[in-house]
């Protein structure tokens, strides 16, 4: 491939990136569902309104939290390799938070929170390493596209609440994580060996 100066590019490859963009997109689709469903599900505990939204609020910046400590890690250890334990690890919490009760529950939020959002800048990192000479694009795709088409997603999980219960749509969440994770493993890109 020629630029306009002249200059050959090597051939772009959107393959590795096309498994990013689906892995990102079934991670947000599962954030948007846990941000969606989980304040009635709370409240549905006991919680009043305004401290089921106050847990939610704790556990996004968990997830801010996540992201800074997420980026330190995977420069040390690996990107790849970081979002898939990263998106592992947030599933024992999950359940951990939906199937007890009292402080611990809570604090399971909190650190679901911490591992399921810690990878989203990481893998906008990796999506600019795959395409580097289309940083722009993967970027909209990463942070544009796979976040809405994420968040269109809910409304299916919407649809199963109608039909079934709340906590059915919530259980689709750890498979969503789980797509994720997989996909990941089919992402072309250097393993930190």
């Known amino acids: 491939q020629v630029t306009d ?12 990136l096309a498994s990013l963009f689906a892995a990102s997109t079934l991670r947000a689709w599962a954030v948007f ?16 309104l305004f401290s089921a939204n106050l847990m939610i609020t704790l556990m996004l910046f968990a997830g801010v939290a996540g992201q800074i400590g997420g980026g330190i890690i995977a420069d040390a250890y690996g990107k790849k390799e970081f979002t898939i334990v990263s998106l592992l690890c947030s599933v024992p919490f999950l359940f951990l938070f939906l199937q007890s009760t009292g402080i ?26 795959i395409l580097p000479s289309r940083v722009g694009m993967a ?11 994420g968040g269109i ?14 906590t059915t749509a919530i259980y689709t969440i750890p498979v969503l994580i789980t797509g994720a994770a997989v996909l990941m493993l089919f992402v072309r890109y250097p393993w930190n060996v």
Do not use: C, K
């Open 153 to 166: 997603g809910v409304a299916i999980n919407g649809m199963i609440a109608d039909v079934y219960s709340l």
């Open 104 to 129: 611990g529950s809570y604090l399971a939020l909190i650190v679901f929170g911490f591992f399921l959002w810690s990878s989203f800048a990481v893998t906008v990192a990796m999506s600019h390493e």
């Open 5 to 16: 100066s002249g200059e050959d590019q090597p051939r772009v490859s959107f393959s590795p």
């Open 33 to 48: 569902t846990a941000i969606a469903f989980f304040p009635p599900l709370l409240i549905s505990r006991g919680f009043d």
């Open 139 to 149: 970027s909209g795709l990463m942070l544009g596209v796979a976040i809405g088409a």
